[in-house]
């Protein structure tokens, strides 16, 4: 690997960094101004430049340039819309055993947050069958996926998965929908023998509903849990857990077709 | 996909499921039995059947054979060892950016068990560059790492970190190591602009120190947490977190290359 | 207050303090020797010495004799018995309302520790009406309150409260049992206006039908809560949350009688 | 104990109540009406009437008037001023063995909240000597404690704890400053033999340096927790954990004098 720095070019989506609280997410173009409260940032000047200079806008603020990464983006759809945390979208992948060349079947498909994670994670051969009724939620979710080029490795699918799945033998089901435990007949039916199956529920009464169907319809290693992200202000003489939390998120429930 | 169930193969390793508290993870071979204080179970006889079969044990238990993955492999190298947990393993893996390409470094191997998790995720173009000094640690960890088929996307280096690291222009660094502050100029070195840092530490004065050299050398976004997960049984009208509960594993530090 | 040290007298009760894992509470006695794994200790031979005294076992060990105090005893009434945890105790206590003059109803007994914590706040003026159905429930309460001289703030009652509750216009309800819903109405006619009835209960489906009992029942301020404790190993450089960890003891509801 | 009515005197502090999130505490007096922003309720109207009548704003709201109790003004008290919350008051008392006839030192008084709990807790006949250096917080903790009618067991000094403690042979000490670890000589000096020391402190530096000072010192039984309340809202089939929670209010950590 050369150590010359990357240069920025046009087409390029860049973070200009302000500090921990404020940064934007910004496509370099020829002829482009990006407007901030802190005044215009010249977006063509930069092309050429190495990644990491510094900018200054017209009302006299530093800002930085980064390369923006996929977690930048995740980063942003997540904060739009009411979606599953990175914490739980994170351990959730880990848990349905997703990795390349995966085969997985999602509903529904909401904002395409967890769609996106899944389909980076089974690139360049598995497949995310991502199901979804509402079309404007496809629609957007599609452009998000446009967005970050992972089209090729998703399947959108506009349909009521409780009329059926139309995969067989998939090694993964991922769930993300008010009555989880109405399907789960047919998520067996779709699953390899093996295959896993996780399940986010913000209610502790889907979680029961959930765990009863799974366990009705003869699944095994049946888990339920659910993850608490404690932050820290980190200083020292001055360390200890941030006064505001998230104090819940949803739970996971998990378990494996047998 | 064909809904043909798959057969039990010489040379598998299969899931011999007992109950959600015991199974055992076994390679299938001609003229092997296996042995458990439930009797003793013939693998040879296996062969050809279909995955989902039930055999009886010499002294009639019944055990399911259900095909094994990727997941418990990893659970079974995480349960022998003092290692990251899994819920600490998917999220440094996200907070990493890790994905399919890229080049992550990683100090220290270990058991192998979190480097076969980012190996998994950065294959099949991306790789694992991991740096243990503990010359028997890295023997162990190969050995694991074969098992799973994960060598070609990893590098074992055995060389003490601290007098340096080999790769430049990498997307993420790792870090499992009792003193990460130590290091974090030789990190900046490696990362390219923008690349993450992740680091983990069982104690607030690792991270105290960690956040304050992450923040001396000029990285951004520089943030520190904990996962706290907490398991529940849920059965109807007896649903509740489960009593005994791991209650610390380690705080998670990540920041930015700037 | 004098700065004369404290004497030990014939008939006190003691801590024999080891280590922080390790004391016994003894009862002062002449004639008396007390059996450790550590040898013996001649109790006679403490008495008239100050406390704060050190004394050696017949096997070498060195000893140190502390006054005991309440906390000390409910902390072994607590190890002995399935019972609510001290910080549930404590929050129990408050929520209430509980204090010196304060008249409260509980139910059940159980082993008496949370009678204790109740009579202890509101002597010397208040009483705690304790119904319990189980016989040596109440024989094993009356005799752990007798040691804590609390008989004369407590009054037992062996019967099952969901045939009633004898006493009315109370200014507090403690409930820890099994259906706390099935007497919120009795409960109503006990307290008076403003009175506070706090219930604790493992399981959150029991929290969810006295949840909603009350609402029923017109009372108002109806929260439901639990409380988690983390215990910390404190060290320079080796500070973390303790590993093993009681993740769970029970929920709190409390509201408030209109 | 009668079954009649409590009727609403002047002089009073009564609770007006709207709903769960909205309530005022206001002191019943002939001619004088109370403003909100649902309309004039006239309070000399209410005299007679008994509790839990409702009454009619004059913009036709309704509200319920429910006699006031000590943990209406405690949380009242609470909610205006940066101190320790509830639960923590709750825990820190008990730890400190605190009970009718207790001779107790606190440092410092700050909105007297605490003193007003540990002083509710130690009357008739123990006492609060509470330490203070600023003099507007002590006459504010005054006037908090003069409403709630515990002065009597309440001695206010305006002095600087770290030049001495007056008292001898106290059964406890509650520390609640930003420097508990430079008075743990001092504090040793106050205690009786097997007396309990109990400081609250927000950051896990401050109780790094306290537990170090309390093992110099020879205190024993030195243990360090933290209290995390996790919320719920309940109903059928929508229970689950509040989402914004209070992550962090502080860290207790507790000791014996020997």
């Known amino acids: 690997m050369s150590g010359d720095p990357k240069l920025i070019a046009e087409g390029d989506e860049a973070i200009l960094y302000v500090n921990e609280k404020k940064s934007w997410l910004v496509r370099i173009e020829g002829g482009k101004k990006f407007h901030t409260h802190r005044g215009l940032v010249d977006l063509e000047g930069l092309i050429g430049k190495p990644y990491g200079t510094e900018v200054r806008t017209t009302l006299g603020s530093t800002l930085r340039v980064i390369p923006s990464d996929y977690l930048d983006h995740l980063e942003r759809i997540m904060r739009r819309t009411q979606v599953i945390y990175p914490k739980d979208t994170a351990l959730i992948t880990m848990l349905a055993n997703v990795k390349p060349g995966s085969r997985v079947v999602e509903c529904g498909t909401g904002s395409g947050a967890l769609t996106s994670y899944l389909a980076t994670h089974v690139a360049p051969t598995g497949r995310v069958y991502t199901y979804e009724v509402r079309e404007e939620f496809q629609a957007n979710a599609r452009k998000n996926l446009e967005k970050l080029r992972l089209t090729p490795y998703v399947e959108m699918k506009l349909k009521d998965i409780t009329t059926g799945i139309d995969e067989t033998e998939v090694d993964a089901v991922v769930l993300d929908m008010a009555t989880p435990w109405m399907i789960i007949d047919k998520v067996k039916g779709a699953l390899r023998m093996g295959g896993r199956v996780v399940s986010f529920s913000p209610t502790i009464n889907q979680v029961e509903k959930t765990v009863e169907a799974l366990n009705a ?42």
Chains 1, 2, 3, 4 share one sequence.
Not at 218 to 225: D, E, I, Q, S, T
Not at 226 to 249: A, C, F, Q, S, W
């Open 217 to 258: 319809a003869g699944f095994v290693n049946v888990k339920a849990l659910e993850l608490i992200m404690r932050t820290y202000k980190v200083k020292y003489n001055e360390t200890r857990p941030d006064m505001v939390m998230v104090g819940h998120t949803g739970y996971i429930v998990s378990a494996r077709r047998y």
